[in-house]
């Protein structure tokens, strides 16, 4: 009677290797899909956290930034108005739909510049960063325009990585629960490893979730918090032009680059399309007059009361 060798398969699985038994065949497939699927998570896990921390944020353009001569105009203006005014006269140029709660142009005093839409300040970075959605420590950098995509790809694949881990653990913890094994030292590790896996599966999957769902209505982080003001108001919804296109505006129209860290995001992230045509035709800065005069109704009510 022929003698069957034990071998060892995935995570200690023992798989018959007597001659002329069909199992063992399927057993060593089995045990190298596995490993390809498990080599390929981590390799895209890697790239996509190294990705999302050394792809550095991009700032805008020059054309944003006060010349000299501007800069001196407006630091040796005592007067608010006339401050406003020649911002207002600079960002004239400038593809800029969107401004402050009081209607006034979004300027950054730190960097000296006009804040083209969906640009903000990040404390931590020290610099204005374009579509600026997070500044984020797990990746010690600043999440905008350049390296969303990036991100959210991190989150995917760790929790793709943290579920795969639970799921080929959570054979042995059962094993151990009914004594099939008894090393005592290997049970403590593989119930810690999937204890680990499972916290971090369930926090990455409420974050993950979350982040789908900004990019599902075409909102940042901070947006969703503060909505950004457009000539009518404030407009959580400004920027949401449809499902479909909102994804495209992260990922790109190439479906074949959604799930690579590749760079492939729509634009150059200084201007956005807008829900609205008429917001996209009819920028703030064309109506500026209107503007002033709600500000003057607005003093005037001031000083009746």
Wanted: net charge positive; with cysteine; aromatic share 14%.
């Amino acid at each position: 009677m022929p003698q069957a060798s034990l071998g060892l398969g995935h995570n200690g699985a023992r798989c018959c290797r007597t001659p002329g038994q069909v199992g063992s065949g399927h057993c060593c497939q089995l045990w190298v899909a596995y490993l390809i699927v498990f080599h390929v998570i981590f390799v895209l896990f890697v790239w996509t956290y190294w990705k999302s921390i050394f792809t550095l944020p991009l700032q805008p353009d020059k054309k944003f930034h006060m010349s000299y001569a501007d800069k001196e105009r407006y630091e040796n203006e005592e007067r608010p108005e006339v401050q406003r005014q020649i911002l207002v006269e600079i960002a004239r140029k400038l593809p800029v739909y969107t401004r402050t709660g009081n209607g006034a142009i979004r300027f950054c005093d730190r960097c000296q510049l006009i804040k083209p839409d969906r640009c903000h300040h990040c404390s931590v970075c020290a610099m204005c960063v374009l579509k600026m959605d997070h500044h984020c420590p797990w990746v010690n950098n600043c999440v905008g325009f350049s390296n969303y995509k990036f991100f959210l790809l991190f989150l995917m694949y760790s929790l793709l990585y943290c579920m795969y881990i639970a799921a080929t653990v959570f054979k042995y913890v059962i094993k151990y629960w009914t004594d099939e094994l008894t090393n005592g030292r290997s049970k403590f590790h593989v119930l810690f490893l999937l204890f680990i896996a499972v916290m971090f599966f369930l926090s990455l999957m409420f974050l993950f979730g979350y982040h789908c769902w900004l990019v599902s209505r075409n909102r940042s982080t901070l947006e969703a918090f503060s909505a950004p003001v457009f000539q009518n108001g404030p407009d959580k919804n400004g920027f949401n032009l449809g499902f479909v296109k909102n994804l495209q505006q992260v990922f790109g129209e190439e479906k074949k680059l959604w799930l690579l860290p590749i760079v492939s995001s729509q634009g150059d992230g200084h201007s956005f399309p807008m829900r609205t045509l008429c917001d996209a035709r009819n920028p703030l800065l064309a109506n500026e007059e209107q503007w002033e005069d709600d500000g003057l109704d607005e003093e005037s009510h001031g000083k009746v009361t």
